[in-house]
Structures are given as structure tokens and as C-alpha cells.
């Protein structure tokens, strides 16, 4: 059975001697073969880790990954379980030393993953209290809701008068540092707003001529 040492450093080359020091003070006799070292931010999601995936690739049954710090393994809760269910689908093992020496892959209902499901469940439902929370006293007060419009009043304006003098969308979209998607619904926006006075106006027109 093979032990993989999994360390991300965030970009400090000294964390992975410091890791490497405490994992072989833990009894782990580490083989500098399966040491897999990612510099990745923090922010970083488990799948965006690139030596933390080939370890997981690498992984086969009864084998074990060891971390020192829970963090290594995704950015946050939720990432982290996903990251040991991953391994456990495997048949294999994950020791993270800040929690103890004990298989976080086992199952079971007091197993480690079934803790951090639940509590990864806590955070997500306490971060849409908090969205639903947040939402209805903006309604309250009548702030804006919904997302920050990516184009000043100035920009849409100069965006609409290319686009009437004859400039494609991705021209516009280019000069603005936006996307072509915004460009297209500023556009159909203007067209609806101007289609309804376009046809009042041709209706007052074809009753002038009426008369």
C-alpha cells in the first residue's frame, strides 16, 4: 500500500519542509516519490488543484493520502468533502494530521465525512438565510436589487450610437471591456423601448393622413 503526501504551500516554499517535518514526526514514513506539492491560493477549488488531483488519480485501494491541514483539501467545507468522497469512492484512505491520526473515508454515521456533510448543509443553509435576509431589507428601503449593471449610463449610450452608426456587436463589446452578450441585450433592450413609440408614431401618422 502506497502513502501519498499531498502539500499545498500557497506560494511559500517553507511550508512544504515545515509539513514534511511534522508528517514524519507523526511515524509516517514518507517516500519523497509520492509527495505531491500544489502553490495554489487558498480560494482555489479542490479540482483546480493540480497535484492534488494527480494524487487522487494516483490513489488506488487501501492506499492513503496524508495532510497536514484540513485546507489542503478543498476551499472550503463543502469542497472538502466532495475532495474525500473522491478518495473514498477509491477504497482508500485520508489522515489529516490537525484532526488526528483517524481515516476521515469511513463510513457510517458518526464518520468524519457524515459530520462535515451536515455541516457543509449548515453553511448553505445559513448563506441563503442570509441572501433572503439581505434581499427583503433592501426591498424594504427600495434599494436597487439583483446585479450591478456592468455598463455606466455614459458607456450604453456610446454603445447604442455605434451600434446605430453601423459597429457589430463584438466591436462594441471589445471597446467597452465587455461581453458580446451584454452588448446584444443593451440592443434588444433599445428595440423594445423603441418599437412601441416607432408604432405610436406611425399610427398618428396613418390618422393625420386619414383625415
Known amino acids: 500500500m502506497t502513502l501519498f503526501v499531498y502539500i499545498n504551500t500557497g506560494g511559500r516554499q517553507q511550508v512544504r519542509d515545515c509539513d514534511l517535518f511534522e508528517i514524519d514526526a507523526a511515524g509516517f514514513l514518507v517516500d ?94 445559513a448563506k441563503r438565510a442570509r441572501a433572503l435576509d439581505a434581499a427583503a431589507i433592501a426591498k424594504q428601503v427600495g434599494a436597487p436589487q439583483g446585479r ?7 458607456q450604453r449610450q456610446q454603445a447604442l450610437s455605434a451600434l446605430a452608426s453601423g459597429s457589430t456587436v463584438t466591436a462594441v463589446a471589445r471597446i467597452l471591456s465587455t461581453s458580446r452578450q451584454t452588448i446584444i441585450r443593451l440592443r434588444d433592450a433599445a428595440s423594445r423601448q423603441t418599437a412601441p413609440r416607432d408604432g405610436a408614431a406611425a399610427a398618428a401618422a396613418s390618422t393625420r393622413m386619414d383625415h
Not at 487501501?62 to 472550503?76: A, H, I, P, Q
Not at 450591478?148 to 455614459?154: D, E, K, R, V
Open 148 to 154: 450591478p449593471a456592468s455598463l455606466s449610463a455614459s
Open 32 to 125: 519523497m516519490g509520492s509527495v505531491l506539492v500544489d502553490q495554489c491560493s487558498n480560494a482555489t477549488a479542490a479540482t483546480s488543484r493540480p497535484a492534488l488531483q494527480q494524487a487522487i488519480r494516483r490513489i488506488k485501494p487501501g492506499d492513503t493520502l496524508v495532510v497536514s491541514r484540513l485546507g489542503y483539501l478543498g476551499n472550503g467545507i463543502g469542497d472538502v468533502v466532495s475532495t474525500l468522497n473522491a478518495i473514498a469512492v477509491r477504497r482508500a484512505h485520508a489522515i489529516c494530521l490537525e484532526a488526528g491520526k483517524n481515516d476521515l473515508c469511513v463510513n457510517g454515521n458518526n464518520s468524519p465525512v457524515r459530520i462535515l456533510q451536515l455541516a457543509a448543509e449548515l453553511e448553505r443553509d
